[in-house]
């Protein structure tokens, strides 16, 4: 088996984090007995600084037509204020390639990192759908009279048919394919009542389709306490995009924090890019300190996507060791650097 894997190392900590998963998917292929290509694309803010550019035709097209999956580092950088460059390569792809799949894994592996009192990893563990190309993150609207008193700003949240529906089911299919129980469903329809009651409807049509899982709705804010107050209630979400936003980055402190925070991006069967979420954090580009780890677990869901669901869980495995062991960052407690953090992952790879 060969997969051709796109790289884009990204801002700041990018290249430097998205170098270790490399590392750590090299050998597993070649223990696994399968083979990756990498191809390095150059995009990013020195692209941009150099020639303005932000998402070439020759970039995106590769990325469409030549490559199994993306593998993206931070995007960000100070040199850029207005970071026009991160939201035309991330937002370009999410929309241009249609990844309507925001699947943001919430594993918390050691307790000791989890901000919940008396919580375990038996009680941690759900998966987050997250719409990702509708919403209130497509741009539609406009200001009237801007910088005046009488200045009127209007966004409008897109909901469709189609995409509510294509979220659910991916849910659903996710869950019965894992052996997941039940699925939340999150909205504000009590108070958003035309675009939420389509995903009341949708949701209640594409749930009976799978009887064996329990489906259940819950508004946004009630399923934000909830998570806090008993996150072992949730097994799979699924939410629209500004509030599927929310959601995972208080999964992703409730796991232990955003340095162990892994997702992806994905159109099932076609397109997938996988990107750890953490910031590019300029501050500390190469100082050799940056916490590898969620990059690394990034790289173990591509190589799931990819059918390497055993190396996924090997991966995982070697990180839970590393974090019990402290053989971590210093913002995790540990005293060790970018580059002996994944040594310690990749020793322990087995």
């Given at each position: 088996?060969?997969?051709?894997?796109?790289?884009?190392?990204?801002?700041?900590?990018?290249?430097?984090?998205?170098?270790?998963?490399?590392?750590?998917?090299?050998a597993l292929a070649k223990d696994g007995g399968f083979t990756v290509a990498w191809t390095t694309l150059d995009v990013g803010a020195d692209r941009y600084l150099r020639d303005g550019a932000t998402l070439p035709d020759e970039a995106f097209a590769f990325l469409r037509?030549?490559?199994?999956?993306?593998?993206?580092?931070?995007?960000?950088?100070?040199?850029?204020?207005?970071?026009v460059h991160a939201r035309d390569i991330l937002l370009g792809l999410r929309f241009r390639l249609d990844l309507y799949v925001n699947f943001r894994p919430v594993k918390l592996l050691d307790a000791r990192f989890c901000p919940l009192k008396d919580k375990t990893p038996d009680d941690v563990d759900m998966v987050v759908f997250r719409e990702n190309t509708e919403g209130l993150y497509t741009g539609i609207g406009g200001q009237f009279k801007r910088d005046t008193d009488d200045e009127v700003a209007i966004e409008a949240e897109l909901n469709t048919r189609?995409?509510?529906?294509?979220?659910?089911?991916?849910a659903f299919e996710y869950a019965r394919a894992h052996?997941?129980?039940?699925?939340?469903?999150?909205?504000?329809?009590?108070?958003?009542?035309?675009?939420?009651?389509?995903?009341?409807?949708?949701?209640?049509?594409?749930?009976?389709?799978?009887?064996?899982?329990?489906?259940?709705?819950?508004?946004?804010?009630v399923l934000t306490m909830e998570m806090v107050r008993a996150p072992e209630r949730f097994e799979v979400i699924v939410t629209n995009n500004l509030f599927g936003d929310i959601v995972t980055d208080l999964g992703a402190q409730i796991q232990g924090g955003i340095g162990l925070a892994a997702s992806a991006n994905v159109h099932p069967g076609k397109h997938a890019l996988f990107e750890p979420v953490h910031g590019s954090a300029p501050e500390l580009a190469g100082k050799g300190v940056a916490n590898p780890l969620a990059a690394i677990l990034t790289a173990g869901w591509m190589l799931e996507h990819l059918g390497h669901a055993d190396c996924n869980a090997r991966i995982h495995a070697a990180v839970t060791q590393a974090l019990a062991a402290g053989d971590v960052t210093r913002?995790?407690?540990g005293t060790l650097g970018t580059v002996e953090v994944a040594d310690r992952v990749l020793a322990r790879l087995v």
């Open positions: 088996m060969h997969h051709r894997i796109a790289l884009i190392p990204g801002d700041g900590i990018g290249p430097e984090v998205i170098a270790q998963a490399v590392r750590v998917v090299d037509d030549e490559s199994d999956a993306v593998l993206l580092g931070a995007l960000g950088d100070p040199r850029v204020p207005s970071n189609k995409g509510v529906e294509r979220i659910i089911r991916a052996g997941r129980g039940s699925v939340c469903m999150s909205d504000k329809s009590n108070a958003m009542r035309h675009g939420h009651d389509l995903w009341q409807r949708v949701f209640k049509i594409v749930a009976a389709e799978y009887p064996e899982i329990k489906s259940f709705h819950l508004f946004v804010d913002e995790l407690g």
